[in-house]
């Protein structure tokens, strides 16, 4: 079998933890040689990574990142569209490596899973994968581990079931010290286990005002950690 790219990963059963690129895509690519940039300049004692909802700080979470992070300071790594998979190529090729941050916060999996290429066993196996290379890549920083975000308006949606699964087996999983699981679910869930349009419009990204709830809930943590 040839060597995956994101229109086979789906065929490969252990998809989430295979690094594969998005260098056709130049925006992606153009975000990617910025990341390499930004690591090599360093700088920050925080590092975000992950997907879009990461990349979101830099936009309709702006407020939020100015007011609470911006000054510790920290720096963004998020790429929309990304999984796991992505990640552990990006870390490959020259992002968060050879600068050592005092704390990684991670979000990402839930484009394995909205992109049909895994399920939530899979998801997970990628996660503990792209923990497991930062650990690599600074020993002795802290990773503030996000459980993925609800997704999917109704809790008996097949996706958010998924979600829920790879979630559970991350926190299952054992991790060493300097890992610590978040689980942010109860900002954006209601009682019902809906998700209000208020601060998911369409049910996966985030609105200035839940960006600033997690802000809010995340940065005593990240204080913490430091």
Known sequence: MSL???????????AATIPVHRLADLGWRERH?????????GGYRVAFIGDSIT???????RQAWDAHFAPIPSANFGIGGDGTYNLLWRFANGEVR????????????????GWGI??????????????????DIAPVARVLLHEILPR?????????????LANRLVREYGFGPNV?????????????????????????????E?????????RPHILGAL
């Open 4 to 14: 995956p790219t994101m229109e086979t990963l789906h065929q490969f059963p252990d």
């Open 33 to 41: 040689e910025a990341y390499v940039g930004q690591t090599i300049r």
């Open 55 to 61: 990349e979101g700080w830099e936009s309709t979470g």
């Open 98 to 113: 050879g600068y050592q941050p005092d704390v990684f916060v991670l979000l990402i999996g839930t484009n394995n899973i």
């Open 118 to 135: 895994c399920d939530g066993q899979q998801t997970a196996a990628g996660i503990v994968a792209v923990v497991q290379a930062l650990s």
């Open 152 to 164: 999917a308006e109704h809790p008996d949606d097949p996706m958010r079931t998924e979600v829920e």
């Open 180 to 208: 610590s699981l978040m689980d942010n679910s109860h900002l954006f869930l209601r009682p019902d286990g809906t998700i209000p349009v208020e601060l998911m419009p369409d049910f996966l990204h985030l609105t200035p």
């Open 210 to 218: 839940a960006y600033d709830m997690w802000a809010e809930s995340l």
